[in-house]
T-cell receptor, first 117, second 111 residues
């Protein structure tokens, strides 16, 4: 139980295009999902908190117009990187709150590697 | 000073050794303490979840929380090469659901 999927797992795009990443909780309902960014050999940096049916809360320094988040249902949140540039290349990971261990627990997706050329 | 400190390693141990991984923190409001394992280019996998102080054991893994010292530990018994990964500690305050992560410790278990 408590499985979170992400799609796509890897994407390469040209500079200036937009990329959408999906995060799904497969066997539980997640009222809250989180989006993280991770650079090589570094820890996870929280970008935003996504609550079903309401606007996402962005961390300081994260451009909300650049990283659009939509939490349309209790099992799906999407992150759209708009007008992507090479500096947006990174490993993006989502997590969903809930599942088995406890309401405080976050279960992570497998991540999406974005490369912007 | 970071809210959560974790030695980045790498930590190299022989197969079968007992591994001790640690994090210290400064915020006494943290109530929930988690350990995640992350393989290269993969998402973190939850290993242990502990509320408040005490010990918790699950198979070869034991998590300890000492709130008086603001110190948490993860012990891995009979370590295996497949345990080679980065181990991340995470903690949160009650009701916020936001995690503060350590930087992660890279572990290498040598066959």
């Amino acid at each position: 139980g408590a499985v979170v999927s992400q799609h796509p797992s890897r994407v390469i795009c040209k500079s200036g295009t937009s990329v959408k990443i999906e995060c799904r909780s497969l066997d539980f309902q997640a009222t809250t999902m989180f989006w993280y960014r991770q650079f090589p050999k570094q820890s996870l940096m929280l970008m935003a908190t996504s609550n079903e049916g309401s606007k996402a809360t962005y961390e300081q320094g994260v451009e909300k117009d650049k990283f659009l988040i939509n939490h349309a249902s209790l099992t799906l949140s999407t992150l759209t990187v708009t007008s992507a540039h090479p500096e947006d290349s990174s490993f993006y990971i989502c997590s969903a709150r809930g599942g088995g261990a406890g309401k405080e627990t976050q279960y992570f997706g497998p991540g999406t590697r974005l490369l912007v050329l | 000073q970071k809210e959560v400190e974790q030695d980045p390693g790498p930590l190299s141990v022989p197969e079968g050794a007992i591994v001790s991984l640690n994090c210290t923190y400064s915020n006494s409001a943290f109530q929930y303490f988690m350990w995640y394992r992350q393989y290269s280019r993969k998402g973190p996998e939850l290993l242990m979840y502990t509320y408040s102080s005490g010990n918790k054991e699950d198979g070869r893994f034991t998590a300890q929380v000492d709130k008086s010292s603001k110190y948490i530990s993860l012990f891995i018994r009979d370590s295996q090469p497949s345990d080679s990964a980065t181990y991340l500690c995470a903690m949160s305050r009650s009701g916020t659901y936001k995690y503060i992560f350590g930087t992660g410790t890279r572990l290498k278990v040598l066959a």
